[in-house]
């Protein structure tokens, strides 16, 4: 039973173009939320998060908003550069400011930027 | 200043094998959590362990045990491996036990035959 889907495996997205890679989850306790980027050989690396407060999150090209009525939460990438094409995750987490920092991820989403 | 490193980075055992895998962490960090990745999915979680104690565990049996060394290294054990254990073994390492702030390593391929 996936908490957190992403129901997009793969995104093809043009250089300089908008990419939105999306993420939905089911937990409601969910308070805490993280998008990883992946290369090939190499563990993921957290790019941006955003907390249940708050409905936008913004760090130079990449954006996080979330919609919490419709447990939904995106990712927007622009412009889009050949170096972002990697494998993205959705992670969340429900103990934000507890102690066992366990995230769950969604199985993952493929850009490719040509 | 080197990242969180693991080892082996590649290993093949045969079922019923043990295996124990390692961790360092980034200096400093004193979180450690260890997580599985099969292949076509995400990372799923089995150990967290900050300060040395234990403080989250996933949903594995409990042929997987893991443990937190003075210098805050760690080692994930897995004992009578099955087919199923095949996976990426991630270990994330971290100052506090909060994921925004998780550097991964690279990674252990385990391949059990």
């Not at chain 1, 090209?61 to 412009?79: C, G, M, Y």
């Not at chain 2, 490193?5 to 200096?27: A, D, E, F, N």
């Not at chain 2, 099955?82 to 994921?99: E, K, M, N, P, Q």
Request: hydrophobic residues 30%.
């Amino acid at each position: 039973d996936q908490q957190v889907k992403q129901n997009s495996p793969s995104l093809s997205v043009q250089e300089g173009r908008i990419s939105i890679l999306n993420c939905d989850y089911t937990n409601s306790m969910f308070d805490y939320f993280l998008w990883y980027k992946k290369y090939p050989a190499e563990g993921p690396t957290f790019l941006i998060s955003i907390s249940s407060i708050k409905d936008k999150n913004e760090d130079g090209r990449f954006t996080v908003f979330l919609n919490k009525s419709a447990k939904h939460l995106s990712l927007h990438i622009v412009p889009s550069q050949p170096g972002d094409s990697a494998v993205y995750f959705c992670a969340a987490s429900e103990d934000y400011g507890g102690s066992q920092g366990n995230l769950i991820f969604g199985k993952g989403t493929k850009l490719s930027v040509k | 200043d080197a990242g969180v490193t693991q080892s082996p980075t590649h290993l093949i055992k045969t079922r019923g094998q043990h295996v124990t895998l390692r961790c360092s962490p980034i200096s400093g960090h004193k979180s450690v959590s260890w997580y599985q990745q099969v292949l076509g999915q995400g990372p799923q979680f089995i150990f967290q362990y900050y300060e040395k104690e234990e403080r989250g565990r996933g949903n594995f049996p409990d042929r997987f045990s893991a443990r937190q060394f003075p210098n805050y290294s760690s080692e994930l054990n897995v004992n009578a491996l099955l087919l199923g254990d095949s996976a990426l073994y991630l270990c994330a390492s971290s100052v506090r036990d909060r994921g925004d702030g998780y550097t991964f390593g690279s990674g252990t391929r385990l391949t059990v035959v």
